[in-house]
């Protein structure tokens, strides 16, 4: 069965502190993982990765990618009150089937 | 450039009853989806759609039937709702996954209630 797992289920960090969000996986025909961003609403799109071992950078925020060990981590460096959202990772597969992780739940508090 | 839109943003049906949520794009996007999420479940795909006039079903089709009839617009149908379907309902349309760089938004979300 096809699965995404995320740890920790939920975070409380302090601001300026830095956090490391993960996401392992079972998946057939692995295409691609992505990251995202919920906040109250929608989900915000944040990376895709597709390559092993080849960082993805945005500000504060990065992400990479072990196919071998079948994992990625996203890391937020600097946090601040804003980036205090559900953090969801899906893994697309080369059916175009989409597998999202229950998300990680950040706080930050300032 | 509105992004994605999708109509109604609630709605409340009594079971049995049918509906269709609309889902419109304006990124000349080839990929739309629909997913619904629920508390504990994460997100999960209900059908998609690779291009105009094609449809796939997701990991969660059962009850829910599609069409893309025009590439901007996506509808997810509902023939003869039950409480099981009451959710949040989000539409999302990205770009090919071979295109640089890859983009992808997701819609407001529809709230979807079944009596």
């Known amino acids: 069965e096809d699965k995404v797992v995320q740890s920790p289920l939920s975070l409380v960090v302090h601001e300026g502190d830095t956090v490391t969000l993960n996401c392992s996986y079972e998946?057939?025909?692995?295409?691609?993982l992505l990251w995202y961003k919920q906040e109250k609403k929608a989900p915000t799109f944040l990376f895709m990765l597709t390559s092993s071992g080849i960082e993805k950078k945005s500000g504060r925020l990065s992400s990479i990618l072990d196919k071998k060990e079948l994992f990625s981590i996203l890391n937020i460096t600097a946090t601040q009150t804003g980036d205090s959202a559900v953090y969801l990772c899906a893994v697309w597969n080369t059916g175009n089937q989409f597998y999202f992780g229950t998300g990680t739940s950040l706080t930050v508090i300032p | 450039n509105a992004g994605v839109t999708q109509t109604p943003k609630f709605r409340v049906l009594k079971t049995g009853q049918s509906m269709t949520l609309l889902c419109a794009q304006d990124?000349?996007?080839?990929?739309m989806y629909w997913y619904r999420q629920d508390p504990g479940m994460g997100l999960r795909l209900i059908h998609y759609s690779v291009g105009e006039g094609t449809t796939a079903k997701g990991e969660v089709p059962d009850g829910y039937n599609v069409s893309r009839l025009k590439k901007q617009n996506f509808l997810l149908g509902l023939e003869s709702a039950a409480p099981s379907q009451t959710s949040v309902y989000f539409c999302?349309?990205?770009?090919?996954?071979?295109?640089?760089?890859?983009?992808?938004?997701f819609g407001p979300g529809t709230r979807l209630t079944v009596t």
């Open positions: 990124m000349n996007h080839e990929y």
């Open positions: 998946v057939t025909n692995f295409r691609s």
């Open positions: 999302a349309s990205s770009s090919g996954y071979w295109e640089v760089p890859y983009e992808q938004y």
